[in-house]
């Protein structure tokens, strides 16, 4: 779909100038010096010649096809010469010109003209506001920036143009290779979607690096990207914060669903790396550039010194990373070969005085040991180590296997001619054992996400049309929060247990649904206008007698009305007390660009201090739900600690993936508690629930 913009057989550039300090200079500049192949046509309503290419007054005067137009003239004209082009048949346009949305009210209005021609006249658009874009593979390139970048696998796409310039310049300074380059500028036609989507499918292309501070289409971005990552890795770095955390937080979910979590969900579930800052982001294209997948998580360490060993076996223990020992027949063949004051095991020393040889004896078994997944070589520079020819030991090596060996050549000056020798035989070298560990851990994270099967979303248990039914009759009623007797009613529809209850008028009805439900109870107040009971005096557990059960009644009502006193008060529900078990959080918030999330966490009061919770994204796969519970710190509390037994986690994921199944049955809905939702050794039971529906203004 994007091939005229990649490989066009000509390309106009609308605004060509002869004043070297023009951008429209400056990109034709670029096309023919980097040897665009291809037709070049300046256009310019003044000019003869601009560098040395015969230029055209108009679009309609070059009277050959092109295939790309390339702008460069001021905003305001822009729209105009869009509709010229797509008259001559374009179908896409570089807008390079600034002075659009990032431009005020003014340039945001221009702006919507540009997406309406490129709707109405089928010209797809790159930009307003950006640099341009690149291809190594036909020399194209359509920026005004200052340098070509060296031809590679790498393709990389930025909405921020400084950014661009910034990964450009590192990547010549690295000599790392990219297939393509875009810079996205406003993204007033084509996103990340469509380039991740293009690139996914790009022979020349093996690795997907992207800047980003938003996504235009959270429900598309999931899709595509899920897709992508099966096909290649891709790493994107996302700057955080957006407006989205100016949230109304009437729940415990929406207050503790910060303005991030959204896109760390996303990118989980769809396998896509997410880079911390832009040191890893080069880092992990790095580590990903030699195009080698490791079988496992096991990683092998090689040291000429203890103490960077020591540093990597810190950072893999952190990191989750494991460090296998080799076989006993690998450690016997190579035992001759080393010192017998080396240590075998993981990680190896090959001792201070090593030589390339003993690397050699180390990595000869080390790649075809069973155990050991990937290989990382550490070497300090002492007196009597041989960098250069311990760097091609490495090279061979890495030559006759898969598994991927990641170096980490530690100085500077004394390194030097070695390192050179790695990255022309594009092996990653990290300035410090644990940015090789962390690396590596990623490539280790790329492999798990690619054996992962991709799973049916799961069916859920429910009576839709029942569940349909109250909804209507809640937002009929012009009631936008409800309480646990509407909650629980619709809950239970998509297969939520709850306690025995019953709702008692009077004091003496208390007493009487007490005893028929057992001893001891719960008493909660009931009444649509108090959400928070506990806050107004509103619950009492472990009601033990009738007695009891009386003075609880008028306790809790006369509180109630205390506190709040225009609150509709019904009367006090009286529930079966619910013993054991651990109290956890379920809830469900709302975000602008992904839409619904579920978030799990440990329950009880702590759960906004501690901020112990997970969030994925609706719809949440079982999968999905069973790694939101064991992504908790927490999470040992719910596996049994101290010959406690475990909580059953199996009923979590299906609370969890019904939950998913209602909201999205359910748009109507904004947020929802389940606080607490107690988890026994066998199944699952919710104390309380709260739903926020969204107000129709709302509704999308
Ligand atoms: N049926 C029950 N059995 C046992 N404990 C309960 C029961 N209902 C509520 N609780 C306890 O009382 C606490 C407060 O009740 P809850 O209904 O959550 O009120 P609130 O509106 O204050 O959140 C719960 O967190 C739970 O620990
Ligand atoms: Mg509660």
Redesign the pocket.
């Known amino acids: 779909m994007l091939e005229a913009l990649f490989n066009p057989s000509s390309i106009a550039v609308i605004g060509a100038s002869q004043d070297p300090k023009k951008v429209g200079y400056a990109v034709l500049d670029n096309l023919k010096k980097y040897n665009f192949r291809g037709g070049l046509y300046p256009v310019n309503p003044a000019a003869g010649e601009i560098l040395g290419l015969k230029a055209y007054p108009k679009l309609a005067d070059i009277g050959k096809e092109v295939d790309l137009a390339v702008i460069a003239i001021p905003a305001r004209f822009v729209p105009d010469a869009l509709g010229e082009c797509a008259a001559a048949g374009i179908t896409s346009a570089v807008v390079l010109s600034a002075g659009f949305k990032e431009a005020g009210r003014e340039g945001t209005l221009l702006e919507e003209q540009l997406k309406a021609i490129s709707k109405e006249r089928h010209i797809r658009i790159l930009g307003p506001n950006c640099l341009g874009l690149i291809n190594t593979a036909n020399s194209m390139n359509a920026t005004f920036a200052a340098d070509m970048l060296p031809k590679g696998k790498i393709a990389f796409f930025s909405q921020s143009g400084a950014m661009g310039i910034a990964i450009m310049d590192w990547a010549i300074g690295n000599e790392i290779g990219f297939s393509k380059f875009i810079s996205l500028g406003n993204k007033a036609d084509l996103s990340e979607l469509d380039f991740i989507e293009y690139f996914m499918n790009d022979p020349d292309t093996s690795l997907i690096l992207g800047y980003i501070e938003d996504v235009v289409d959270g429900k598309r971005f999931m899709e595509v990207a899920q897709k992508a990552t099966r096909a290649k890795p891709v790493i994107l770095l996302k700057s955080g914060g957006t407006e989205a955390g100016a949230r109304a937080a009437s729940s415990h979910t929406g207050a503790l669903a910060g303005s991030d979590v959204a896109f760390d969900a996303a990118f989980k579930q769809t396998g896509v790396m997410r880079a911390q800052g832009v040191q890893d982001l080069f880092d992990t294209a790095l580590a990903f550039a030699e195009g080698k997948i490791p079988a496992g998580n096991g990683l092998l360490v090689i040291t000429n010194a203890g103490g960077p060993g020591i540093i990597a076996a810190d950072a893999a223990e952190r990191l989750g990373v494991e460090l296998p020992h080799m076989t006993r027949e690998s450690i016997e063949a190579m035992a001759g070969k080393l010192p017998p004051n080396a240590t075998v095991f993981n990680p190896v020393d090959v001792i201070g005085d090593a030589t390339s040889a003993r690397y050699a004896a180390v990595l000869e078994q080390a790649v075809k040991d069973p155990n050991v997944d990937g290989i990382l070589v550490i070497l300090t520079p002492q007196a009597m180590t041989d960098m250069e020819t311990t760097a091609e030991v490495v090279i061979e090596t890495s030559k006759r296997t898969n598994k991927p060996i990641i170096t980490s050549f530690m100085g500077e000056a004394r390194v030097r001619s070695a390192i050179r020798k790695l990255k022309d035989s594009s092996i990653p070298n990290f300035s410090y054992p644990e940015l090789a560990v962390k690396s590596f851990k990623r490539l280790a994270q790329y492999r798990a996400w690619k054996d992962y099967k991709t799973e049916e979303l799961p069916s859920c248990w429910y009576n839709f049309d029942a569940a349909a039914e109250t909804v209507t009759s809640i937002l009929k009623s012009g009631i936008y929060q409800v309480g ?1 007797e509407e909650a629980m009613q619709l809950l239970t529809y998509y297969g939520f247990q709850f ?1 025995e209850r019953a709702l008692a008028r009077t004091s003496r009805e208390a007493a009487r649904i007490a005893s028929r439900i057992g001893f001891p109870v ?1 008493m ?1 107040i009931s009444s649509p206008d108090i ?5 107004v005096g509103g ?1 009492r ?1 472990n009601v033990k007698t009738q007695k009891e059960a009386e003075e609880a009644f008028t306790e809790i009502t006369s509180n109630a009305r205390r506190i709040m006193r225009d609150a509709f008060v019904k009367g006090v529900m009286v ?4 013993k054991g078990g651990k ?1 956890v959080i379920l809830g469900v918030t709302y975000d602008r660009t992904f839409g619904h999330m579920i978030m799990f966490g440990l329950g ?1 009061i702590y759960v906004e201090v501690l901020k112990d919770v997970s969030f994925r994204i609706v719809p949440v796969a079982r999968r999905d739900a069973l790694a939101m519970v064991n992504e908790l710190k927490t999470a040992g509390l719910l596996h049994g600690v101290r010959g406690e037994r475990p909580a059953d986690i199996n009923a979590i994921a299906s609370t969890i993936v019904n939950l998913s199944c209602l909201v999205s049955d359910f748009p109507e809905i904004r947020e929802l508690d389940i ?2 939702l107690v988890v026994k050794e066998k199944g699952a039971v919710a ?2 629930a709260r739903i926020i529906f969204k107000q129709p203004e709302e509704k999308r």
Not at 531 to 535: A, F, N, R, S, Y
Not at 575 to 578: A, G, P, S
Request: charged share 35%; glycine share 4%; proline share 10%.
């Open positions: 646990e306690p719960v909660k959400l928070h009971k506990t806050d619950v557990v529930y079966e007390m619910v109290e009880g606080n607490p104390l309380d």
